[in-house]
């Protein structure tokens, strides 16, 4: 049997892609709160424009923290197809962002995200909000797609614990 790759010890960067708002959140090695935020993006601009933005966002994000690992959301609904295409290429922009940054990438979906925080992978965006909150102990406000970056990494650090186990 082949030994799971580890991160223990890791900076983790939760990554919840968006075309308009990119929610972005990074956990320390012990899992601790390190930063979060929403990379807001100009929605009058072209969108050639915006993944540019993105991009430098997160690469400063990432310059600024050393993650070992970006833990991304799959995209699992859009509302057309026109915008499920964008939000695939801002998908795409964080992962070449990661990619190089050097970061190893793990994908998962918001069902997967939504039972590692709360239990219940159908939970409510704000059932899953509160929880970071209580889980991290942070007081103060995180910004919704924030609070969801972060969901990710969670989800990260769970999976990658189950997958020690495992071994």
Request: glycine fraction near 12%; aromatic fraction near 4%.
């Amino acid at each position: 049997m082949r030994k799971a790759k580890t991160n223990k010890g890791a900076t983790v960067l939760g990554i919840d892609p968006g075309s308009r708002k990119c929610g972005f959140g990074v956990l320390g090695p012990d899992g601790g709160y390190l930063s979060s935020g929403t990379i807001v993006l100009p929605v009058k601009e072209p969108l050639h424009i915006r993944l540019r933005e993105l991009y430098d966002e997160l690469t400063s994000v990432i310059e600024e923290f050393r993650p070992s690992v970006a833990a991304v959301e799959k995209v699992f609904f859009a509302h057309s197809a026109k915008s499920a295409l964008t939000l695939g290429q801002a998908r795409g922009v964080a992962l070449l962002a990661a990619s190089v940054g050097g970061l190893e990438v793990r994908e998962y979906s918001a069902t997967e995200v939504k039972k590692a925080v709360t239990g219940y992978g159908r939970a409510e965006k704000v059932q899953v909000q509160d929880m970071v909150k209580s889980i991290l102990g942070v007081g103060h406000g995180l910004s919704p797609d924030g609070a969801d970056a972060i969901a990710v990494a969670i989800c990260h650090l769970s999976t990658m614990r189950l997958e020690e186990r495992a071994v």
